[in-house]
């Protein structure tokens, strides 16, 4: 979206009226010749609409990462009257948290998926704000990114949201969300991702009712395709994927987003996907085997179940493992897979959709989210029953015959 998409008339005719390509240059017109030919900002435009650019990089940037959009619009968004707070008095205000009341925790860390709230709450209630009475959301923050899930029941009512300082990558889990943008609307499912850039004006709608899902936000930088590395042209999440602003997912595990840092192949974030798949390798145990990664990783469930998880992780529930903290199959995961040995044929993993934000940065968790009703604490529990498996009765045959 921070170049120009196209608009459609209504939710319904969404499909057809989507232009692809992630990060492509569109243009389009709801009533023909409304662009201006030739130059972006003429002394009168068509129409009688004035020309308003907004901008998502610094003017000088280089070229292949300068990004920016003309609308042609029939008033100025600077057509408005003052701001004023919308702070519900039982809330309290996303931006509050700070390095004074969070705190970072080796600990493997999962929380049960967000009821969702009776009182009347919208997206920006149960994102922006958090409800001390109904558990709405969770947030993780470390700057320049900030995690955090999100609940509503209604649709926001006169009133949009814009996120002036970073852009959003909603990952909706439950309840499709119809989008309207200053660029057009949009349909996102929860097997949907969408991109809401900095500093664009929108509304969310809940057409299937109550809705909840992930949100994470990055500052700095914006989101990109990651590289293609020896996978090859064909490999990874591409281009045309994108309608414009929402991900569509294609089978096979790859990153799909990547918003990167100056070191190469060091991400801020990425956005990975744990789709419906071929298990295929012989003689292996195949990944998420036990591991401690560098990285960071917030990990959700949109539907079905998790392969490493048996029990305990659940569509919108959530897991952190923050970096270096080790983690992988639950005991009941790793005792079946034993027990099917290397009999066990090509496997078809079905109804699964896990996702992971990876992050090389060091997140903080809210003293809320620790507190809080939805956290598991037992999770470390699912690990502690992993028995011995240790036997040098083979080994001492071995040294036998030799
Ligand atoms: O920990 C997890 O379950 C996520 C994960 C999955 C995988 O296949 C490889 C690495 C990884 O962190
Ligand atoms: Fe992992």
């Known amino acids: ?119 009347p709450t919208d997206f920006v209630d149960g994102a922006i704000h958090y409800h001390l009475t109904n558990i709405s959301a969770l947030f993780l923050r470390s700057i320049p990114i900030l995690l955090f899930r999100y609940t509503a029941n209604k649709s926001m009512d006169k009133c949009a949201f814009c996120n002036a300082d970073g852009d959003f990558l909603l990952v909706p889990q439950k309840g499709r969300l119809w989008i309207t943008t200053e660029c057009g609307r949009l349909q996102v499912s929860p097997d949907e991702i969408v991109v809401l850039p900095q500093g664009f004006r929108f509304a969310i709608d809940l057409p299937d009712g109550p809705s909840r899902g992930y949100v994470a936000e990055i500052f700095g930088t914006h989101f990109q395709l990651p590289d293609l590395g020896p996978i090859g042209a064909n490999g990874l999440a591409a281009p045309r994927d994108f309608l414009v602003l929402p991900a569509l997912f294609e089978e096979g595990t790859h990153p799909v987003l990547t918003a990167p840092t100056e070191k190469h192949g060091v ?120 028995r011995s498996h240790f036997s040098t009765e083979g080994l001492m045959d071995q040294i036998k015959l030799d």
């Open 1 to 119: 979206m921070r170049t120009q998409p196209v608009a459609v008339a209504d939710f319904t005719s969404y499909e057809s009226a989507y232009l692809s390509g992630f990060s492509n240059t569109f243009s389009s017109e709801p009533i023909p010749r409304a662009l201006p030919q030739g130059q972006n900002s003429p002394l009168l435009c068509p129409y009688g609409l004035y020309a308003e650019q907004i901008s998502g990089t610094s003017f000088t940037s280089p070229r292949e990462l300068n990004r920016r959009t003309w609308f042609y619009r029939i008033k100025p968004s600077v057509t408005h009257e003052p701001f004023k707070p919308r702070v519900p008095a039982h809330s309290k205000l996303l931006s509050e948290f700070n390095q004074s009341n969070s705190s970072a925790t080796p600990t493997q860390l999962r929380w049960k998926p967000v009821e969702i709230p009776d009182s």
């Open 267 to 386: 991400a801020l974030l990425d956005f990975v996907i744990f789709p419906p798949r071929w298990l295929v390798a012989e003689h292996t145990y195949q990944p998420p085997y036990y591991h401690r990664n560098c990285m960071s990783e917030f990990m959700g469930l949109i539907l079905g179940g998790y392969e490493a998880k048996a029990d305990g992780f659940l569509p919108g529930g959530a897991s952190l493992h923050i970096c270096m903290t080790p983690h992988g199959p639950d005991t009941k995961t790793y005792e079946a897979t034993i027990a099917q040995g290397n009999e066990a044929g090509p496997q078809k993993l079905t109804d699964t959709m896990a996702f992971m934000f990876e992050s090389c940065l060091i997140p903080r968790v809210c003293q809320w989210a620790l507190d809080s009703p939805a956290i598991d604490p037992d999770y470390y529990r699912c690990w502690i029953g992993l």
